[in-house]
């Protein structure tokens, strides 16, 4: 391995591997707690042991009431922008603390206390970030579901979460359309087995909604209430090992799986992130263009950069079109951001609308210093654009879900490491990653394998899920033991530089979004006329996968198949939501599968993104295979 002695990043991380308790007692010691840990880890606790046992601590404090206290009450803690509303609206911590405690007090009108489950199903909006942090204060768990999702994804989440209140809004804004999230919440309701006692809904003017009398309540009318009242609530003292929210993932199963996050190892990874990794500091503008939807957003718009101190913004518009593919450098240069992060897929959207990158030099970017990529690999000519472009470093770093922080990245704070395209870099402090063959021996250097992480995960990833204690170690512990099983597949180079190639399982990653397509076959499969299907993530130019379906029919049915496409792209639409970007299914005779009857999904998806593929040893009839290749030929 190459040594890179103008970075601290080797040291601190050899630290973090023999000596884990001590460096992240250290890195604790950013955190207030209202008492200290008995154990920095507790390997007794939890299924593979549990980080900062016994301590007591509060979130929403770290995030708001000790900045107010510690001289940043008139700082800007949030920066909503929001060229889909043409407005901009700003909250300083002291403001942002004021909203909290006032919505914290709501909430406990409704009942809500110490682990009850609160679900947001709400657009980018700063009542968003009020609601996250309102229940961290009190010790509610929240669950913030995706926009984008349809009515049955919500009602799936609201079953297995069980909540005592859903938090909404009237509607979100795309651009050219509103969506009206009010309907999808009364037919996720109708839909769920769990009926959640009551929703507060907060009324956007571009499309209000009525509400039903008795269970939901408006926003905006609660909140001068308690205003007028002058309620506030106290930071409830929470077990560093207690939940602090419930993030839905896509799983290999159309029920998604209920990622749970602690408080203690959550904030002091979090935390520790900001300075090391990220290289901001406290007092600087941060903006991370994701949704708080995503893991990404949950833990940079709102959690990370207020632990930090920094001021966050919260970007409710797309990097194109809204209005032009200059929206980016916009926000950056008007709100002096020193960092910015997003996915690589908002990368190619500026690049194809703006390719000689004539936007970008319309706009003071002096105070920008970094841009930090994730959410899918970030393929070589985007980075090597951005960096041309903007001049700055341009960074991929990997994560998932799970982890809520990053696994392998490049840490600027700590002093950044030569890049090498298509690697999101180095194992991060508390991870050791390996890569290996299917009986789990580590396979040589520059060889691809499953990627795994030895156990303990360091603070701030996944415990459990949600009540699923079994399911969670049938999904990433039992396969190889002693390690926790990333899903993803790629190799490590000599120099350790981790390579992320792809999922070894069915998720696929659509715009940047985690989406299951065994969830999408079920939906195709509930279609009457549908006798079998197969869907694949293939390439695309802009959103680096999309799904395509292809179907086979039942005999009999009087439905011409170009009908049936069109009703299962909209059924995709209805049941998993517009972000699946479910346009495309084809109608085919058979599927192509093996003598033992399973589909060829891999050489299928060869086929359709045009690499080298060849015919399988097993297969049953290799003509299948043909009749995919004209079928796709067909539709291109
Ligand atoms: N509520 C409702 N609908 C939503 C939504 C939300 N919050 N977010 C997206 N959608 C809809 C879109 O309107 C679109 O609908 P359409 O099929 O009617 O056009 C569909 O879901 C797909 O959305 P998206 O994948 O976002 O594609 P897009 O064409 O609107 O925009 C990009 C393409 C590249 C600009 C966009 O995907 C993007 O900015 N991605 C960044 C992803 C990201 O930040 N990921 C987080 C990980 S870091
Ligand atoms: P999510 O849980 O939505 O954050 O998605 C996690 C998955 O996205 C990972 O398992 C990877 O497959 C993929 N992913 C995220 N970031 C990267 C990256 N920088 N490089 C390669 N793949 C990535």
New binding site residues.
Partial sequence: MNIHPASRYHDVYARSMQDPEGFWADAARAIDWIEPAKKVFDASQGLYGRWFAGAVVNTCYNALDRHVAGGRADQLALIHDSPLTNSVSRFTYAEMLREVKTFAAILQDFDVAKGDRVVIYM??VPEAMVAMLACARIGAIHSVV???FAAKELATRIDDAKPKLVLSASC?I??G?I?AYKPLLDDAIKLAAHKPPACIVLQRPQQPCDLIKGRDYDWADLRSAALAANKSADCVPMLATDPLYILYTSGTTGVPKGVVRDNGGHLVAINWSMQNLYGVKPGEVWW????I??V??HSYIVYGPLFNGNTSIMYEG???GTPDAGAFWRVISQHKAAAF???P??F??IKKEDPNGEFIRKYDLSHFRTLFL??ERGDPPTIEWAEKQLKVPVIDHWWQTETGWCIAGNPVGLGQLPVKHGSPTVAMPGYRIEVVDESTKPVPAGTMGSIVIKLPLPPGCLPTLWQQDERCKEAYFNEFPGYYKTADAGYIDEDGYVFVMGRTDDIIN????RLSTGGMEEILASHPDVAECAVLGIKDP??GEVPCGFLVLKAGTDKSPAEIEKEVVALV?EKL???A?F?LAITVARLPKTRSGKILRGTMKKIADGDPWALPATIEDPKALDEITDALKSRA
Wanted: glycine content about 22%.
């Fill in positions: 657009p980018l995706f926009g984008g979100g795309e651009p359309r969506v991370c263009g994701s949704d939807g995503w990404v957003g797309k990097p194109i992060f997003t996915a897929t908002a190619r959207a994730a959410g659509v715009a940047g979004h802009l959103k639409r939501g517009p972000v970007a346009k």
